[in-house]
């Protein structure tokens, strides 16, 4: 792999503007040898054909030369003349910090010397642009470990007070006496053998228990107790202390280690671009620009190197109980690998599939089921049963499909959504567990209607429709079992966030919870045949393929009650977000749902009640809701039709390298917005198509659309963090110290 793609590929995605622009002073080069082919006479060099003066097709250089060495190896060729001359730049005279480098080109004067005077102008803007980024990150992460350091003196002050709750009454001086602690910082006043430092137990003084939204309970203490407890010196509040602490250390260790990779990439990066100018130049001015970053900040700072060592010291003697295997692996996880049982997998049951779907059509052919006296039956009774899992699979393949193109496009949908490292399902798992769920669906369905026709199994009636029954049992078992199997932690992951939707607003919003609560606006007609499953099997007399769910005013009141739960539940979600945010954008979001619930009820009870003034209304209310949600949809989730942007009617920045793709993506939003109309104008009614098949239909396109909004919503927010440089999840600290509290 040439060295560009290579480069690209470890990037941190959040981080990519801070790099050296590769690619462009490649193309920089590209022109400067150019210029040099169409010269008459071609200066000859080593690297050049001395009968056609073009660059010989050789390898010089190999891949990532110069590992073992910072900047490999120079041009050892004697120099007559000096090519070039970095000067150092101090900006500010009062901060040593604030200094740029400029280059001085010495033959600006030859012939077509134009395009090497903008490469080492452009050289230079790309190497103030990555010394300035590293310091700043450098400075954040010394601040953040003076951070951690005065959270590991409340905690560590904690645990003995709670292991010896007397050694707190004989007085502790402030100033001399206190606890042995290895911190992950070295302060000049507290230096000491081993940078172990004394901590007092007048800490626990000054310090509080940050009290966070992990609970329905905690956060109606935090609405009437405050936002801050004391310390009440229990067990409880020192495991909850020592488990955020912890993660607090793996995601700062994170950081520190791809902050690490940053100064190596970039240095390496200039490393090879100049390389390739003196190979392109015949030129030797490789050699003094590389000895003037070898004397800069980026590559004589050590401090990220230290910070390193001493976070992982520190994890491994308060975490890890000294067992440094242990440690290492707790803080520094393995990459997750791809297994090849997987992709067997997914391509047997896909096979699988595809010969169950066949062998179901060719029975209803065989058997002219469809021309049969109970196809109406069947297909109000049984179809629904069905249908329900063919919702889940659909949904599920249109998030496999998302995963991939996210990779694809390099979008950071694990950090996003705030999976912990390693555990985020790709698309190949997502794509396994739904062509297994289509396997147990296909062959229910043969079964069932094998069941219904053999002669010989007419006395199993009962048991031929509890098939749907038990499939439903299997898939809900699977997915709250507690054992670690089947991808335990993306269930718990998914189980925890509906929880989140359920009980909002008494959860803080986080993406992955209202993302998922957006999910479920798009599967209604999903929550509708769970209340027909729960209707049909239990007050219907499901033994003879019949209900009376419809002639129930009960029935039809929970139909309409049921589509609007998760509208009512994202309306909710948004009202936590103004609380919080002291933003009333998201109140203008959630009024986004309050029209669309007003949709769907008058839509509902015209399908239920009919009339020419319902229609009326429920055509009015859906097309403002319609209008409203589409609007919200492109320029609020999507970042789309800016008029000024660089990118007419798009945004400024855009993952998908054809325009075409977005304008396609806003249209498609559109129609497929306008599915609703089938309701309105009666084409349920039609005599060619069976009500529940249309509805099958409609449901599906939704959540076609809700496939299509997904990609596109989290490529925005992945722009948002990219625009801010934001790659790291915050993790609540557990302690919080009093104003102006200075550590003894």
């Known amino acids: 792999m040439k060295f560009g793609k290579e480069f690209a590929s470890q990037m941190v995605p959040e981080w990519e503007e801070a790099y050296m622009n590769y690619n462009y002073l490649k193309t920089i080069l590209k022109d400067i040898l150019n210029f040099r082919r169409r010269r008459p006479n071609p200066t000859s060099s080593p690297y050049t054909s001395p009968r056609t003066g073009k660059l010989l097709k050789r390898h010089f250089y190999k891949a990532f030369s110069g590992l073992t060495n910072r900047f490999g190896s120079y041009n050892e060729k004697n120099n007559k003349d000096e090519v070039i001359l970095v000067s150092e730049i101090q900006q500010d005279e009062q901060s040593s910090d604030n200094r740029n480098y400029e280059t001085m080109f010495f033959r600006s004067s030859e012939e077509g010397a134009e395009n090497e005077v903008v490469f080492f102008r452009r050289l230079d803007d790309e190497f103030n642009k990555v010394v300035g980024f590293y310091r700043g990150k450098v400075e954040e992460v010394k601040m953040e470990a003076e951070e951690l350091n005065k959270q590991m003196d409340a905690l560590f002050a904690l645990k003995v007070r709670i292991s010896d709750p007397q050694f707190h009454s004989s007085p502790t001086p402030s100033n001399s006496g206190g606890l042995p602690l290895e911190g992950i910082m070295e302060h000049e006043e507290k230096q000491e053998r081993g940078h172990t430092k004394m901590v007092s137990l007048e800490i626990l003084n000054h310090v509080k228990m940050n009290v966070t939204s992990e609970s329905a309970m905690s956060t109606l203490k935090t609405i009437f107790d405050g936002t801050k407890a004391n310390l009440s010196f229990n067990k409880e509040e020192l495991k909850s202390a020592q488990t955020k602490l912890k993660q607090a250390f793996v995601e700062f260790h994170r950081k520190l280690r791809l902050l690490k990779s940053y100064c190596y990439l970039n240095q390496l990066a200039f490393s090879k671009i100049m390389k390739k100018y003196d190979k392109v130049t015949s030129r030797n001015a490789s050699k003094a620009y590389l000895e003037m970053i070898n004397n800069s900040y980026l590559s004589q700072s050590d401090e990220v190197v230290k910070l390193i060592e001493r976070v992982e010291s520190a994890f491994i003697t308060h975490f890890a109980n000294a067992n440094r295997r242990q440690g290492m692996s707790d803080i520094r996880p393995k990459a997750k690998r791809d297994k090849h049982r997987v992709t067997f997998l997914v391509g047997c049951f896909v096979g699988c599939s595809i010969a169950l779907a066949v062998a179901v059509i060719l029975t209803i052919h065989a058997r002219d089921l469809l021309k049969s006296s109970g196809r109406n039956q069947y297909m109000t009774n049984i179809f629904p049963l069905y249908s329900f899992f063919v919702y889940i699979v659909l949904h599920m393949l249109m998030y496999a499909a998302n995963i991939y193109f996210w990779k694809r496009y390099r979008v950071n949908y694990a950090y996003i959504f705030g999976f912990k490292p390693n555990t985020e399902l790709g698309y190949k798992e997502i794509l396994l567990l739904s062509s297994g769920l289509l396997v147990l669906t296909f062959a ?282 934001r790659a790291f999840k915050s993790v609540p600290l557990p302690f919080s110290y009093e104003d102006g509290y200075k550590e003894l």
């Open 444 to 725: 229910a369905v043969l079964s069932n209607l094998e069941m219904e026709m053999d002669e010989t199994t007419q006395s199993f009636a009962t048991l031929t429709e509890l098939v749907p029954l038990g499939l439903v049992t299997v898939v809900l078992l699977v997915t709250i079992c507690p054992f670690n199997i089947m991808y335990r932690s993306s269930r718990f992951f998914l189980i925890v966030s509906l929880w989140h939707c359920i009980c909002a607003p008494l959860y803080k919003v986080t993406f992955p919870d209202f993302f998922l609560g957006d999910q479920l606006t798009s599967q209604v007609q999903l929550l509708r045949n769970v209340e027909f499953y729960i209707c049909y099997y239990g007050w219907g007399d499901f033994k003879r393929r019949s209900n009376t769910c419809n002639q129930s005013n009960v029935y039809e009141m929970f139909f309409i009650f049921i589509a609007v739960i998760p509208y009512w539940f994202r309306f909710l979600q948004c009202m936590r977000q103004v609380f919080e945010q002291k933003d009333y954008g998201p109140g203008m979001n959630g009024l986004k749902y309050l029209s669309t619930i007003a949709a769907v009820v008058t839509r509902t009870i015209y399908v239920q009640r009919r009339g020419t003034a319902m229609r009326v209304i429920a055509a009015s209310s859906s097309g403002v809701a319609t209008i409203y949600t589409t609007y919200w949809d492109m320029v609020k989730d999507w970042g789309l039709l800016r008029k000024d942007s660089e990118n007419p009617w798009l945004r400024d920045k855009l993952i998908l390298p054809n325009k075409s793709i977005y304008f396609v993506a806003m249209v498609m939003n559109v129609i497929l917005r306008l599915a609703w109309m089938q309701s309105v104008l009666d084409f349920h009614e039609a005599p060619w198509l069976h009500r529940s098949t249309m509805l099958f239909v409609v449901a599906s396109l939704e959540i076609i659309r809700r496939g299509l909004w997904n990609f596109f919503r989290v490529e925005n927010e992945h722009l948002n963090n990219v625009g801010k440089f």
